[in-house]
């Protein structure tokens, strides 16, 4: 039985935060390979309210109904708290993708998360700056 739905939308986010963030790390080390030392740096391009914010607009379009629904309903959770300069709006369709993501993960359509985590580094670019050790 799949019991995806009865995890609110915050729970998801929380699975989906830590989803994403590996999912991250992973791209950037194919990207860059031995130069650790930007590594963090440049996962913060990535993992931060704002890019995740323009990730959830980005994808929107690719959604089924479900998976819309899920971000819809992570977008409009509320937290306690929004991080330091971070805008509420943006916060909110972070947390909107974070969910999507841990949903995605909990159903196991890892094939799924590739794709719009695909979709949504197609064009993120390393600089060669950022390549340098």
């Keep these: 039985m799949d019991n995806t739905n009865s995890y609110n939308a915050l729970s998801l986010a929380f699975l989906g935060d830590a989803v994403y963030s590996l999912m ?20 913060i391009k990535l993992v931060n309210a704002a890019s995740q914010s323009k990730a959830a607009k980005k994808i929107a379009s690719a959604l089924t109904e479900d998976e819309a629904d899920i971000l819809r309903r992570g977008r409009n959770a509320h ?42 580094t197609e064009d993120f670019e390393i600089s060669e700056e950022d390549k340098k050790r």
């Design 24 to 43: 991250v790390r992973d791209f950037l080390l194919e990207k860059v390979h031995p130069h650790a030392s930007k590594l963090h740096q440049l996962s």
């Design 79 to 120: 937290s306690s708290h929004t991080p330091k300069n971070q805008s509420e709006k943006d916060y909110h369709y972070a947390t909107g993708l974070e969910a999507l993501f841990g949903y995605l993960y909990l159903k196991n359509e890892k094939e799924r998360m590739k794709e719009l985590f695909n979709l949504i």
